[in-house]
């Protein structure tokens, strides 16, 4: 884990740009892209994506293999720099230089790999790379907060003094995401959150989801299961070939879901370009 700082940009223009699903507004856009695209040599992984992320909106991000999910996210947690595009965070424009900067902002990652060590216990997890932070905190103070975080969290961790090895998948991401809320991010990349967990964990792991948005933090979940994305996403957007290809209530059809995340069909009636989607409201 890369040391940052995290120090938050001043307060910044609200803009209401985004609605939930009830029809409820989101009173802050966390995170806006505007024509992001990145090239890889000759290959075009992402052209013109666009993308706002509501504070307390989780927004699933689906495509099939090769969409640009990763790419996309890798852009804004500083690992990859975009070719071309903005990237506007809480209302100011924002150069994600590098995984460091994406954190001192305020987004925080987890990845598929969760990159635990799971020889250490779960205290040891949460706070790793950050014990020489300027606030440096002794032993008894980081168990006291890590055992706070994953109550706020109402986890399901037996102890946090236990080696992550012994954990389920579903605690074991569920350490993840409390690390990645140690700094307090206001926005939270999940990806593949609930792949090969099973049917319980996965219901633990949707409901930290949850629990996260309703800290009103924003949520990238990205998802190959339609299910868990039903079950948590205020919006659900495809993207296809490396382009916007819809963006979707939680109530949208498979067949709708599936025509836009395979380009099977272009007359699906709920399928809206990914470039309108800020500001309209959706059907
Ligand atoms: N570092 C890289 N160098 C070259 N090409 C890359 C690189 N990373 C991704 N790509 C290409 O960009 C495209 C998008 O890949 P990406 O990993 O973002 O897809 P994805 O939607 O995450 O797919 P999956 O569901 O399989 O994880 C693919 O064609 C991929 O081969
Ligand atoms: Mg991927």
């Keep these: 884990m890369p040391g940052c700082d995290t120090t938050l940009p001043e307060e910044s223009t609200v803009r209401m740009t985004n609605t939930r699903q009830d029809g409820s507004p989101i009173a802050e856009t966390v995170l806006s892209l505007r024509g992001i695209s990145k090239n890889f040599g000759a ?35 500083g690992v990859h720099r975009p070719s071309a ?84 998948g579903g605690q074991r991401q569920t350490v993840a995401i409390a690390r990645s809320l140690l700094l307090e991010p206001r926005l939270i990349l999940l990806d593949e959150p609930t792949a090969a967990l099973g049917v319980a964990q996965t219901a633990e792991v949707l409901d930290l989801i949850e629990r996260v948005r309703d800290r009103g933090l924003g949520v990238i979940m990205i998802s190959h299961n339609m299910a868990d994305v039903r079950a948590v996403a205020d919006r659900i957007v495809v993207l296809r070939l490396g382009r916007n290809n819809g963006v979707f209530h939680a109530d949208a059809s498979d067949h709708d879901l599936i025509a836009a995340i395979t380009g099977a069909s272009d007359n699906s009636v709920s399928r809206r370009s990914g470039r309108r989607q800020a500001g309209q409201t959706l059907s």
């Design 43 to 77: 290959i075009s992984a992402l052209t013109g994506i666009d993308l706002d992320i509501g504070a307390g909106e989780v927004v699933a991000l689906v495509g099939d293999n090769g969409a640009g999910k990763s790419t996309l996210v890798k852009i804004l947690a």
């Design 85 to 168: 595009g903005t990237i506007a965070f809480r209302g100011k424009d924002v150069t994600l230089s590098d995984p460091s900067a994406a954190l001192a902002l305020g987004i925080a990652t987890v990845f598929q790999d969760l990159a635990l060590c799971d020889n250490l216990d779960v205290v040891a997890n949460i706070f790793l790379g950050k014990e020489l932070q300027p606030l440096r905190l002794d032993e008894v103070s980081m168990e006291l907060r890590a055992w706070k975080l994953l109550n706020e969290l109402s986890a399901r961790i037996p102890s946090v003094r236990v080696a992550v090895a012994s954990l389920s």
